[in-house]
């Protein structure tokens, strides 16, 4: 009898013994290193939004989290997730003995791993510091792991980092994200039984994920009901309407990204400011996109690309139709607020998916007769007018290249020539000859000296400058274009306002401007290119009830066609053209091509803000003044011709 008695003492102190002998023996030979628990900085999602606070994009790279701080996170998703997970968490020191040998003794009885005893403390270590090999070793370092994050953190610590760290299926890390991303909701706006959803995912993210297994995932919710009204948290009228709820789930991408060309473009932005961890940082990014007028832009130059096929592959003999001259066929939009230079739409291609390529801030081609306007404002600035005659004739040029002379024979685009005509009217007609014989008439070298002031580049130094001979993006233009819009002020056009993470604002915009010339003189202009869209080379791009003004571009051999114009209040670029630099069809023209697109955008901007400005205001200094029937606009500049005494007395001043 003793020596059993013996037996079983010593088998007792053995069994008591033990676990602390072999806890021990880990604790020597393993380090337990807890930082990454402590000091906690998981990677985090950028957001990118448009200027009404409407999410653009994540981006992100391994795992895709947003992060949400203690007090954001509903004290009933604390109640669900205790119910399911850890009843007694905020009684235990990190593991929970009587759940270990009821798990014990349950594995025992299968001869295997069958039930864990995992308190919340325990699950974060799992995720954040271990393995899941599910191996005795292992277990006792979380247990180890478990015992020293609960005497370095609260208990609200560890929950704030469990429910962020833990993956809730279909990609998303954290409760915030799988709210957001399953639901469309912040963590506020949760009803009981989203909330019960997404702490029951825990356990198994993939078998519960709502968009694979909805019947499943509600299931397990309705355990988590059911468990928080035995505990009675929850009383039998909300039992009840949670069970019946039936939530509606999204299946969304993880990127969400609705504008493609804006994010590739943020992100060559932010390279260039030196964020180095922009996809993990978890920084919230703000532009100046207006996502239904991006929608707009995408949907117009996509309409205006299809009606060009159209037309060319109705023109085209069906002995040439395979192989069709569209294949190389592209184009792209952008669309500014003048005032500020707030880009609002920018589009790169006509499908993202078939070319990523950014053709409105990356293509460079020549604008054409889209940049006679900044000669004609040039000349209005030295005292010129709408109604100063030019020269429209045929001209030779001669000039040498390589030591070997060369002819230049400009040519009209409709091939006629009126011998004069006004200012107004050559350009409201896009006349070449007449342009040229402006640049002529003002001097080659002064024209380039007051060319300085819009701080173009790379400016031909000879008579092709009347042409449009230098290369811009559709987003440089509309930059030049701005003073034209604005009152004579260039504005630069910015994308990204601000730049925050967390409370912290990392970049901010600044508004960039120069003054160009006076309102008197760029309405002048204005005026003018207002008559291109009534009744010149532009009538493509009128809008019904809205005053537009701009220009039409065609290149030699119709290799671009652009519209570049304006309303009162919003600028928009469009250019079309084959990637190879090959010319489109004959028919397709800046107004033809381009000018619909420019329409198109319009008619919708119209329909989304009516509100908008739709006439142009005369600034002070304007004088308005008939003649011969016609109105034509003057300043203290351009003054208007002397009035001789024999002249029309139907003529009147307006002022």
């Known amino acids: 009898m003793r020596i059993i008695r013996n037996i079983f003492f010593t088998l007792f102190l053995a069994a008591v013994l033990t676990p602390f002998i072999v806890i021990g023996y880990f604790l020597k030979e393993y380090s337990y290193d807890i930082s990454s628990v ?15 606070g409407e999410k653009i994009a994540n981006l992100f790279e391994d795992e895709h989290r947003y992060y949400a701080k203690f007090d954001e996170i509903p004290p009933r998703a604390i109640e669900a997730l205790l119910a399911i997970e850890d009843t007694t968490f905020f009684e235990h020191s990190g593991i929970n003995l009587d759940a270990i040998f009821r798990a014990i003794i349950k594995d025992m009885q299968a001869g295997k791993m069958v039930e864990g005893a995992s308190t919340i403390t325990q699950q974060l270590v799992k995720n954040r510091l271990l393995t899941r090999d599910k191996k005795i070793s292992r277990k006792i370092k979380e247990v180890i792991y478990a015992l020293k994050v609960e005497l370095s953190l609260s208990k609200e610590e560890i929950l704030e980092r469990y429910l962020n760290e833990i993956y809730f299926g279909h990609g998303y890390h954290g409760i915030k994200t799988a709210a957001d991303g399953y639901f ?17 995912l825990a356990k198994a993210p993939s078998t519960y994920a709502p968009t694979k297994n909805y019947d499943i995932s509600m299931g397990r919710a309705n355990r988590v009901i059911s468990r928080m009204h035995a505990l009675g948290w929850i009383d039998d009228d909300m039992q009840t309407k949670a069970l019946l709820e039936k939530p509606e789930v999204f299946d969304d991408t993880l990127t969400q990204n609705s504008a493609p060309f804006i994010v590739d473009e943020v992100q060559r932005i932010v390279a ?19 996502l239904k007028l991006q929608e707009a832009a995408e949907d117009s130059l996509k309409k205006a690309y299809n009606l060009s096929v159209a037309r060319i592959e109705a023109s085209t003999p069906s002995k040439d139709k395979q192989g069709t001259k569209t294949d190389l066929l592209n184009g792209a939009l952008v669309s500014i607020n003048p005032k500020n230079g707030d880009i609002l739409a920018l589009v790169g291609s006509v499908d993202y998916k078939k070319s990523s390529y950014n053709r409105a801030t990356q293509g460079r081609r020549q604008p054409g007769s889209a940049f006679k306007p900044f000669i004609y404002q040039v000349a209005i600035d030295l005292g010129y007018s709408g109604v100063t005659e030019l020269v429209d004739i045929a001209r030779t040029y001669t000039y040498y290249k390589d030591g070997e002379e060369q002819k230049w024979q400009p040519k009209n685009y409709e091939k006629s020539y009126k011998g004069l005509l006004t200012l107004r009217e050559a350009l409201v007609h896009s006349s070449n000859l007449a342009t040229i014989n402006l640049v002529n008439d003002i001097g080659l070298p002064q024209l380039l000296r007051e060319f300085k002031k819009f701080g173009i580049k790379n400016l031909p130094p ?3 400058i009347a042409l449009g001979s230098i290369t811009l993006s559709p987003l440089q233009l509309a930059h030049y274009y701005s003073s034209f819009a604005n009152d004579g002020v260039q504005v ?13 604002t990392i970049f901010e915009s600044e508004l960039k401007s120069k003054y160009i010339t006076d309102p008197a003189q760029a309405y002048i202009m204005t005026t003018i290119l207002r008559d291109v869209v009534e009744r010149g080379t ?40 084959n990637d190879d630099n090959t010319p489109m069809d004959r028919i397709e023209t800046g107004g033809r091509i381009a000018g619909p697109a420019f329409s198109m955008y319009y008619e919708k901007a119209l329909e989304l803000y009516p ?23 003057f300043s203290d500049t351009s003054k208007p011709p002397r009035i001789d005494a024999d002249s029309n007395t139907n003529e009147k001043l307006l002022f």
Do not use: C
Request: hydrophobic share 30%; proline share 4%; net charge negative.
């Open 492 to 504: 630069e056009p910015t994308l990204i306002r601000n730049i925050d993470k967390g409370v912290t």
């Open 462 to 464: 000879d008579l092709s």
């Open 538 to 577: 532009g009538r493509s791009a009128r809008v019904d009830g809205i005053e537009l003004a701009g220009k039409t571009g065609t290149t030699n051999k119709n290799m671009d066609g652009w519209f570049a114009g304006y309303s009162p209040s919003i600028e928009t670029v469009v250019w079309f053209g």
């Open 184 to 200: 469309h909701k912040n963590l506020s706006e949760l009803t009981l039984k989203e909330t019960a959803l997404l702490v029951g």
């Open 272 to 290: 260039g400011i030196g964020i180095n961890d922009f996809k993990s940082g978890g920084y919230e990014v703000h532009t100046t996109i207006d």
């Open 611 to 633: 509100q908008i400005p739709r006439k142009f205001e005369a600034p002070d200094g304007i004088k308005e003044i008939v003649i011969d029937g016609k109105k034509e606009y």
């Open 38 to 52: 402590i000091e906690y900085h998981p990677q985090l999602t950028t957001r990118i939004y448009d200027r009404h």
